[in-house]
Every structure is written in structure tokens, then in C-alpha cells.
């Protein structure tokens, strides 16, 4: 079964999001850290990059393929987790504590579109 | 490699086991197949480290007998059969006259006499079993058909592999197998299981030392689930490519194919010129120099991961080739891959790079085996 945190927001293409203000800190979830296996690369945008909703912004890759990011929102990156750049294994360790990117939203209302946790749970059951 | 996938998937002898185990199962060469159990690294790790088990009952078995046999195989074989005793294995690969490759194969010379067991890959079988018929049909030599027997076996034989350091251990004390020891690399036995014939052949497709165990199915059954009892972990097809990978070993369909042959793959040792067969002439002319394509092995800086169909690149921008395979080494933690580029690309140390989706990633060009193979000589 997959972890799937109250409070959070989801994206259809499983990034995780956690508001903070006008900042979203933006993740991987439990779901997807379990259907990829081994992480063991994160291409991560850098520190400054715009992103835009729905757009690529990076990538992990496990051991067999590579599974794209995409933005649940669109703004500024304002910090990157470089920890998990050094140790991608985190991701698959606690994939909600591993967050990726934080982002300063140029659009919370695009926040609407994404689903709370129960939508979320349905959409991988 | 990757394929369509037939509206009807094969299931091994195996596939209720592995379900039961909780596999992650995944179409392969039109087979459902477990791609990994638990982990792809801690599989991959169990074999380099200690020893693993596959089922690889997909590959298929095809056997031929007879009179014309030697001369036959000879015929359509790449490597020399002639003078290659009884319980001894041989690679090599069938080519099309045009010097691309109809499947790569191990050739056994079977104890009894005249007849060979060769062993193919299973997305091949179908194929191979029509080229080998078509082909002996005429001999070149008297323009009438090859005198020998040709049996596709395949559904009726299981396969498990035992790789690793331990595979001899395993073997011998689970499974009290007292003739493995004997066996060099590349040599089988006759042993027998449950009164069955058991092909115990000290053959691999990691880069480790091992087994290979071809039997009935029932006796496959038997024999993986003792093994299962006595604590050997099963390991999928994800880590049987990334140690194959890590050996300099090809996969047919990503580094050997109708179009890449084994001069461009690097594999011209395993083609004897001095005798005649299917495919020299066209691949004389590419050893003499006809070849604008040669696989190569490419380490990367950084640990990004190169895979298949990535762009190569020189290090001004100009697109020279495409990466075959590749991954993030498990045992060597370094990004490799083994791409087709450019024949004036391909001497070691050339600088190249992949491109991995937006980025540039610059490497070299290093030898393909690029893990240290520890066979029992």
C-alpha cells in the first residue's frame, strides 16, 4: 500500500506539493518512488529557473528508466535539495520527506487544479 | 530490447512461483517474465557478491543430429565446431549473408555422437528454427540437403541459472550436483533429475561464475523451489541486463541485429575466417575496412544515465552515433554505456558525450568490458 499524506496536494503525474505561504515545496509521492524501484539520479532544475505548470522541470532515474518531473505549478525555483542530489536513495526511503524543488508560485490559484489526498488515493486505486 | 507485445504473452514453468513471490512481472520476448523480486540492486548484488538464481526457461533449444550435422552447424555457425570435443560450449552467431545477425547462440557438442544442443534467445526461437530449416535445405557443397535431424525443443525444457561466487557451493551442497566441480567454463555434463536428463552447464550471462541447468519442467519446478527453501533469492531480468551490461556482454536486438553485425560489435573473435560460412565474405569487407559503425563502451563524467537511443555526440555538437544501452553502474557506480558510433570515433579515450534529455553530458571512450569478469578457468 502507498503512503499518501493528508494536508498535501497531488498532481495526475504524482508530485506532491506542500504550500508553505506563497512557497510550494514540491516532491515525488510514496506511489511513485515504489513504481520507478532504485532511484539513483535526480535531474534537478537549478536554483533561479522559471517553471511552468504542467511543464518538464527535471527528472529521476532509477536503475531500468528514467520518469520525468512536471511542474504542478508554475513559478520561480528558489531552492533545490541538494541532499538528495548527493543521495537519490532518499527518495525511495521517504519519498514525502524528500522534497525536490521549492517554488515561489507566480500563480497559486493554479493550486485549484490539483487533487487533496482522497482524489489522489482513488486516482492510483 | 524492446517489442511490440503479442496479443498472447508465454508463461515459463515458473510463473505461478513467481507471482507467488510478489514479482514485478513484465512482458519479454513474448514471454510474462519477473523483472525484478525486490530490488534490481540488491539482486544485482546478490549475484556479484554471493550467488542469485534466474529462470530463464524462455531461451530456447534446438538440437540437431546426424551425419551432416558438424558440417551443417559449421555452416551457418560463426565459430569453428570442428575439432570442439564432446561436453564442451561454444558462442558465436548465425549471420545473414550480409553479414547482420540472425540470433547469437551457444553451441554444445553433445556425448553422444554427431549431435549438438544449440541454445538461442527467446525472442529468436520462431525465427531461427525457420533459418536453420531453410538453410539445410542445400548444402553448398552437393546442392542437396544436409543429412541431419533439426528438433525445436524449447517448450519441453526448463532453464535455471545459478550465478555467482557460491553458484559452485549452491549447486554441489543444495542441490548435490557432486559433478560441478569438475566443470571449467564452457563445459557441461550429463547429470540426471528425478530420472531425467539435467544439462549441467557452467555457462552465464553475468560476468560471474555459475550455472546453467536445463532440465524437464517438472524438474525445474523441483529444483527452484529447493533452491528457494534453502535461502538462494531469486533475481529478475532487470539485474540480469545490468550485469550482462557491466561484463561486456551483448544483448541481441540492442548491440547485435540484423543491422549491427559482429565486426561492428566488436565480436569479430567469435567469427573464424579460415572456414567457409553463412555471412564471411560481407564480413571479411568490414574487417578490411567496408564499416562505417563500430560499438563502443562510453564513460560519462557525471552520474547521469544514458540509455538507449540517446544522441552521441563529439565534443563540438556534431551527432556521430546512438547509445545502445546504458545505466548507472550498480557495481562500478559510474554512468556507462555501450553505444554505435562513428568508426573514426571509436579508438579509446575519444572524447564524446551524450545527450540526456536537455543536457550535454561529456565522456570518453573506454574499453566495453567494463567490469572485471571472474570465470572459473
Known amino acids: 500500500m502507498s503512503k499518501i499524506l493528508e494536508g498535501l496536494l497531488y498532481s495526475e503525474s504524482h508530485e506532491w506539493v506542500k504550500v508553505e505561504g506563497g512557497i510550494a515545496v514540491i516532491g515525488v509521492t510514496d506511489f511513485a518512488q515504489s513504481e520507478m524501484g532504485d532511484i539513483t539520479y535526480v535531474d534537478a532544475p537549478e536554483e533561479g529557473d522559471e517553471i511552468e505548470k504542467g511543464e518538464e522541470f527535471g527528472a529521476l532515474e532509477s536503475v531500468k528508466a528514467s520518469s520525468d518531473l512536471y511542474a504542478p505549478v508554475s513559478g520561480k525555483v528558489v531552492e533545490v535539495n541538494e541532499e538528495i542530489v548527493d543521495s537519490p536513495e532518499l527518495v525511495n526511503e521517504d519519498a514525502y520527506a524528500a522534497w525536490i524543488i521549492k517554488v515561489e508560485m507566480s500563480d497559486p490559484s493554479e493550486l485549484e487544479s490539483l487533487m487533496d489526498a482522497a482524489a489522489y488515493k482513488a486516482s492510483i486505486e | ?377
Open chain 2, 1 to 377: 530490447m524492446n517489442e511490440p507485445t503479442p496479443d498472447i504473452l508465454q508463461k515459463t514453468c515458473l510463473y505461478d512461483s513467481h507471482v507467488a513471490l510478489g514479482a514485478r512481472m513484465s512482458p519479454f520476448a513474448g514471454f510474462m517474465m519477473p523483472i525484478q523480486y525486490t530490488s534490481i540492486i540488491e539482486e544485482h548484488n546478490a549475484v556479484r557478491q554471493a550467488a542469485g538464481m534466474f529462470d530463464v526457461s524462455h531461451m530456447g533449444e534446438i538440437f540437431i543430429d546426424g551425419p551432416e550435422a558438424e558440417a551443417f552447424i559449421n555452416h551457418i555457425f560463426t565459430n569453428e565446431i570442428r575439432g570442439f570435443e564432446p561436453g564442451k560450449v561454444l558462442y558465436g552467431m548465425m549471420c545473414y549473408p550480409d553479414g547482420g545477425v540472425v540470433d547469437d547462440l551457444l553451441v554444445y557438442r553433445e556425448f553422444a555422437p554427431e549431435s549438438f544442443l544449440l541454445v538461442v534467445n527467446a525472442a529468436n526461437i520462431a525465427k531461427d528454427y525457420d533459418w536453420i530449416l531453410a538453410q539445410a535445405k542445400a548444402n553448398p557443397l552437393s546442392g542437396k540437403p544436409f543429412d541431419c535431424r533439426i528438433v525445436n525443443a524449447s517448450p519441453e525444457w526448463g532453464q535455471i541459472a545459478v550465478q555467482g561466487p557460491d553458484a559452485e557451493k549452491v549447486v554441489v551442497e543444495v542441490l548435490g550436483l557432486k559433478e560441478a566441480p569438475a566443470l571449467q567454463f564452457y563445459t557441461f555434463c550429463d547429470a540426471s533429475w528425478g530420472g531425467s536428463r539435467l544439462i549441467l552447464s557452467r555457462t552465464g550471462y553475468t560476468g560471474e561464475d555459475g550455472f546453467e541447468l536445463y532440465t524437464t519442467l517438472e524438474g525445474t519446478r523441483e529444483i527452484w523451489d529447493i533452491l528457494l527453501k534453502a535461502g538462494v533469492p531469486p533475481c529478475g531480468l532487470g539485474c540480469r541486463d545490468t550485469l550482462r551490461f557491466e561484463a561486456g556482454l551483448p544483448l541481441y536486438g540492442d548491440e547485435l541485429s540484423p543491422e549491427i553485425s559482429p565486426v561492428m560489435a566488436g565480436l569479430g573473435m567469435f567469427c573464424k575466417f579460415d572456414k567457409e560460412f553463412i555471412g564471411k565474405d560481407a564480413l571479411l569487407a568490414q574487417k578490411a575496412g567496408e564499416l562505417d559503425k563500430k560499438l563502443v563502451g562510453i564513460e560519462l563524467e557525471d552520474n547521469a544515465v544514458p540509455r538507449a537511443g540517446y544522441p552521441v555526440e563529439t565534443p563540438e555538437g556534431a551527432e556521430v552515433g546512438v547509445v545502445t544501452t546504458g545505466y548507472h553502474s550498480i557495481s562500478l557506480d559510474k554512468s556507462i554505456c555501450f553505444a554505435l558510433v562513428g568508426k573514426e570515433f571509436s579508438a579509446l579515450d575519444t572524447p564524446l558525450s551524450v545527450r540526456i534529455r536537455k543536457k550535454v553530458f561529456p565522456g570518453k571512450v573506454v574499453k566495453k568490458r567494463f567490469y572485471q569478469t571472474n570465470y572459473k578457468k
